[in-house]
């Protein structure tokens, strides 16, 4: 069983940045990829970013190049820089871990809200 906790949401003007943390407990040495997706209300979860075991990083079309997704192995947590954000970006972010078990875990969301 893994656990994980958010940190870092808020609101900010755009053109700003944020970044956002994630930190996983329990099974740590399971831990297979990481990363983060979103939610509006009333709309299905996107894709953010995912980074692997080894540190391969996917984005979405929408944040390459404004997101960094980066992660501490050695304190289980992930990372998501957000720079340069947009209106557009408002929603609320969650975490996912994916073990090697296989599981999927999510995390409690964090609300990031963007004002123009």
């Known amino acids: 069983q893994v656990q994980l906790v958010e940190s870092g949401g808020g609101l900010v003007q755009a053109g700003g940045s944020l970044r956002l943390s994630c930190s996983a407990s329990?099974?740590?040495?399971?831990?297979?990829?990481m990363g983060w997706y979103r939610q509006a209300p009333g709309k299905q979860r996107e894709f953010v970013a995912r980074?692997?075991?080894?540190?391969?990083?996917n984005y979405a079309d929408s944040v390459k190049g404004r997101f960094t997704i980066s992660r501490d192995n050695a304190k289980n947590t992930v990372y998501l820089q957000m720079n340069s954000l947009k209106p557009e970006d408002t929603d609320i972010y969650y975490c996912f871990v994916s073990t090697y078990s296989p599981s999927l875990y999510w995390g409690q969301g964090t609300q990031v809200t963007v004002s123009s």
């Open positions: 980074i692997s075991s080894v540190g391969i990083t």
């Open positions: 329990g099974s740590g040495s399971s831990i297979n990829a």
